[in-house]
Each structure stands twice: as C-alpha cells, then as structure tokens.
T-cell receptor, first 114, second 114 residues
Framework: KAGVTQTPRYLIKTRGQQVTLSCSPI?????VSWYQQTPGQGLQFLFE???????NKGNFPGRFSGRQFSNSRSEMNVSTLELGDSALYLC?????????????FGEGSWLTVV | AQSVTQLDSQVPVFEEAPVELRCNYS??????LFWYVQYPNQGLQLLLK??????LVESINGFEAEFNKSQTSFHLRKPSVHISDTAEYFC????????????FGSGTRLQVQP
C-alpha cells in the first residue's frame, strides 16, 4: 500500500508569509505527527494528531500549528515565516494498535525562507 | 524526559569492513527503540526496531542491533558494508505512553569508501 505522502516537496517563501504543508498518512493509520529537521537542531518533534485532536505538542512557538481531518489527512501551517524556519518538514504516521508503535515517515517538504 | 546520544557524528569505513554505530539513551519509563536511515535529499526510512521480545533485531539488508537494557544502548552493526550504505543514520526512542513522539539522536554519517 502507499506510504506517507507529503506535498509539496519543495517550496520557497518570503519572510513574513505563511505556508501550509499537507500530509496523507498510510491507509488505516490515524496518528499523524510532524517533525522539523535542520542542520543545527537536528530532528525535532512538532506535534501529533490522533482522531482530529492534537494529542502531543513539542516545544515550538504558536506560529506553528496543525490540524487533522476526518480522513486522517493532516496539514501544518507556519505563519509569519522567519529565515530560521527553513528546514525539511517530515510527516509520519502510525497505526492505532500494538504495532502502532512503529512510525513511518514521508519524503518530507523542503521549505526555504528567503 | 528521555534523551538519545549518538556518540559518533561521522564514521568513515572501507567497503566490506564491519561497522558499529553507537546509540545510548536515557529514560525514566519503558521505551521502544528504532534506527532510521536517511539518504541524501530523502525522508527517513525505518531500518529496524525493538518493540519487545528478542533483544537482537535484524533488517533485511544485513544490519542488526541489540537492545541492552542494563547499558541503555541500542548499537547498530553490520559485518560487511557496501558503498550503497553511505547515508545518515538516526537512533530514536519512543516512550511507552501511547503518544507518538519520537526523540532522535543527532545522527551518524556513515561514509563507505572503496
């Protein structure tokens, strides 16, 4: 079956703008989480959604937000972009079962802020 | 809170030589352990995982890792590496709370030389 799908793969935005990234989880997976990867900070957890509710949140400012739809697809939004928001944003999904402790990642969305 | 330490940021090795990438973690609760691999300009691919049962886990491409609870380690090994194994490897832990929030190490860049 298809893996985690993220769109767009690459995008360039200007400081002060906002951006929305999209993620479709593996079919049947209801947990979707987001991570930011930068050379300086590495991989950091942003937030997790389960059944349309934010279940867990990392240590990021309120400019970073997300949501999940009834079909488990998720979006994350970054408002008032800063240069430091340039990063690879990774979406991940997992099942709601004992095997759900395995987390699968998408190819990521590369965001460049200029 | 849990933390993950990957002791080597870079590991150069010749093709067909053995390799070990080290990972230590700390956590006050039970955890699940993972190794992910990231090839250039790609997302994270699950390499192997320890959820329960046998402490020695293997991947389909020859990597193995052993969960050592007393030493809080989950080192990754391969007896003979190939050029194609050149990539960045991330060790990660997931707390046994039902919430899907991985904590990653800083990564180890494996450079296989001919």
């Amino acid at each position: 079956k298809a893996g985690v799908t993220q769109t767009p793969r690459y995008l360039i935005k200007t400081r002060g703008q906002q951006v929305t990234l999209s993620c479709s989880p593996i079919s049947g997976h209801r947990s979707v989480s987001w991570y930011q990867q930068t050379p300086g900070q590495g991989l950091q957890f942003l937030f997790e959604y389960f059944s349309e509710t934010q279940r867990n949140k990392g240590n990021f400012p309120g400019r970073f937000s997300g949501r999940q739809f009834s079909n488990s697809r998720s979006e994350m939004n970054v408002s008032t972009l800063e240069l430091g928001d340039s990063a690879l944003y990774l979406c991940a999904s997992s099942a709601d079962s004992p095997s759900g402790n395995t987390i699968y990642f998408g190819e990521g969305s590369w965001l460049t802020v200029v | 809170a849990q933390s993950v330490t990957q002791l080597d940021s870079q590991v150069p090795v010749f093709e067909e030589a053995p390799v070990e990438l080290r990972c230590n973690y700390s956590s006050s609760v039970s955890v699940y352990l993972f190794w992910y691999v990231q090839y250039p300009n790609q997302g994270l691919q699950l390499l192997l995982k320890y959820l329960s049962g046998s402490t020695l886990v293997e991947s389909i491409n020859g990597f193995e890792a052993e969960f050592n609870k007393s030493q809080t380690s989950f080192h990754l090994r391969k007896p003979s590496v190939h050029i194609s194994d050149t990539a960045e490897y991330f060790c990660a832990v997931l707390k046994d709370t039902g919430r899907r929030a991985l904590t990653f190490g800083s990564g180890t860049r494996l450079q296989v030389q001919p």
